[in-house]
């Protein structure tokens, strides 16, 4: 895909070999779906990528909205709270908390805003269905860029086999004709 989410270049499936080798090289055909090839390939690499880093994040920011209900819950009856909360990458501490009335998030880069536990709860539903939405469109992309690779690997086993036919049915027929030489010198 190019920035702006579009297939840079879409498969052609071959459906006539010999008609679309017309006027062309073959060496020049199978260079070229081997480029498109190695495109698609490499997009599946970043679009696999991308998949697994949405992946990680899904059950980070649902974990994060799960506290941030918790938190309004308690909150609202006025009940005390005991909280684990990461100091640092492995290191938690425990704290009890009570009517809290805002929370502090990671937005990412080193950043940590303070929101309301409502916004709180607002962005991260938002940010939630933002994760499960770009999961379901990188899946759907994934489909397309396999279905492409599939197109490109029957074209390029077409384009093969054609050189390959021809170039059998060119020394066949270059054995018939030494064969027909050959006969019509005894003869």
Known sequence: MDQSGQFVQKAEFIDDVAKFMQGKSVDTVLEGLNEQHRKFKLLEGQMMQRKARLMT??????????????????SSSGDEMVIDFELAESVYAKTK????????????????????????????????????????????????????????????SRVWNYDVGGGARLALRARHDESMQQHQAVS
């Open 97 to 156: 908390v009570k009517n809290v009335k805002t929370v502090n998030l990671w937005l990412g880069a080193d950043v940590m805003v303070e929101y309301s536990l409502e916004e709180a709860k607002e962005l991260l539903e938002s940010n939630l269905g933002n994760c499960k939405s770009n999961i379901t469109t990188t899946d759907d992309d994934l489909g397309l860029i396999k279905d492409n690779l599939t197109t490109l690997e029957v074209s390029l």
């Open 57 to 74: 994040k899904l059950p980070e920011i649902q974990k994060a909205l799960d506290i941030v209900k918790a938190m309004i819950a308690k």
